[in-house]
Structures are given as C-alpha cells and as structure tokens.
C-alpha cells in the first residue's frame, strides 16, 4: 500500500459547480501536509497548506482528519482555470521529508 | 530569472550514453532532490541531499548517481541510459528552517527521452 494515496480521476466538473477529493495517509506520524497544483507539463507549485483547523484560501477550502487519515480539498465555484492535477503531500516526522501522492486530475468543462 | 533552474530543459539520448541533468538553486535552501514522473505515477523521489556532505538513496535510486557539489548545485547523472528512463525529471529544494512547514519548490523540469 502507498503511503500517500489519491484517487486518479479524472473528476470532469462543469464550470461554476463545487468539487472535492480526498487524500489518504497511511503514516500516523505524519507531521504536516499540503496540496499542490501542477499544470500539465509544468511543474507543481504549492496551492495551500492543510491546518488541524481547517483552512480556507478564497474558493478553496481544506481539511485534516487525523483520526481516519485524510485530507481534502474543496473547490467552490470552479474555473475553467481550476483544471490541473492536484497533489496530495505529506511529511514525515522524523525528518520532515516530503512524500507525494500520484495526483488527481481534474477538468472543467465550460 | 527562476529560483530553481535546470538544464537541459529537453534531451534525447541513445541507449547507453552517459548522461548529466543539472540543478542551480538561488533561493539559500540546504535541502535539494531529484523526482521523476511518470504518467499515473506522480513523483518518485531518486535522491535528496539535506546539505553538501549529505546523500541519501530514495526509492527508485538504482541506474542514477548524484553529486551536490555546492550548496546550491546539485546534478543526476545517469552512467548507462535505459529506454525505461524516459520520463520527465524535477529538481526540487526546501529550507529546513521552516521545520514541518517546508514547502518544495522546483525547477521547470527536464524533460529525457532515452530512444
């Protein structure tokens, strides 16, 4: 089992309608995490980090579930712009080292 | 200019040449590594240097060697190329200061076909 999982996609979505996936975690001493955007081609740059709390960054929303392993990350009223693969990462403890999920794909259609 | 930069940014080989990808930081961090990607694999982490006298193996090492000679250098070299190498290859580096907050940023990708 991968230590960081994600469902593959893609997720088609029409334009203006809210999205969500999820990323698994099988390390219980992970100690942060984040997700990551990456076009395709392009290399990824970091879209937000995920807090205990929740957090929110415009039309974006994510969450940490310690207890059942898992992140997700909400999208509210999609772009077409929005379309990319989304990264799950997460670190490890005892060094802080970055593992990374293999991406959901995620397409807006007009 | 970008903080990470690579070269080349795409090459063809043939099967069997040596081959040297390189990886110039300006953004001061200590960490730097080198992923592969491949499609519906996603990232595959080929080595990280926490600093210049530290190298460390990651999951898919075998077939590459690496040397960070600066702080701020860091090339992959792949001694015999295979077909099977042929995939688009990061460089990416993170600054330990920033503890569990570390977030990676990478070069624009070198982009290796091995015919």
């Known amino acids: 089992r991968k230590e960081v999982e994600q469902d593959p996609g893609p997720f088609n979505v029409p334009e203006g309608a809210t999205v969500a996936f999820n990323c698994t975690y099988s390390?219980?001493?992970?100690?942060?995490f984040f997700w990551y955007r990456q076009d395709c081609r392009k290399e990824p740059k970091l879209l937000m980090s995920v807090y205990s709390s929740g957090n929110e960054d415009g039309r974006f929303t994510a969450q940490l579930n310690r207890a059942s392993q898992y992140i997700s990350l909400l999208i509210r009223d999609s772009k077409l712009s929005d379309s990319a693969t989304y990264l799950c990462?997460?670190?490890?403890?005892?060094?802080?080292?970055?593992?990374w999920g293999a991406g959901t794909k995620l397409i807006i259609k007009p | 200019d970008a903080d990470v930069t690579q070269t080349p940014r795409n090459r063809i080989t043939k099967t069997g040449k040596r081959i040297m990808l390189e990886c110039s930081q300006t953004k001061g961090h200590d960490r730097m590594y080198w992923y592969r990607q491949d499609p519906g694999l996603g990232l595959r982490l080929i080595y990280y240097?926490?600093?210049?006298?530290?190298?460390n193996k990651g999951e898919i090492s075998d077939g590459y060697s690496v040397s960070r000679q600066a702080q701020a250098k860091f090339s992959l070299s792949l001694e015999s190329a295979i077909p099977n190498q042929t995939a688009l290859y990061f460089c990416a580096t993170s600054d330990s200061r920033q503890g569990m907050n570390t977030e990676a940023f990478f070069g624009q990708g070198t982009r290796l076909t091995v015919v």
């Open positions: 240097s926490f600093d210049v006298k530290d190298i």
């Open positions: 990462v997460v670190t490890r403890r005892s060094n802080y080292q970055l593992i």
């Open positions: 390390n219980s001493a992970s100690q942060s």
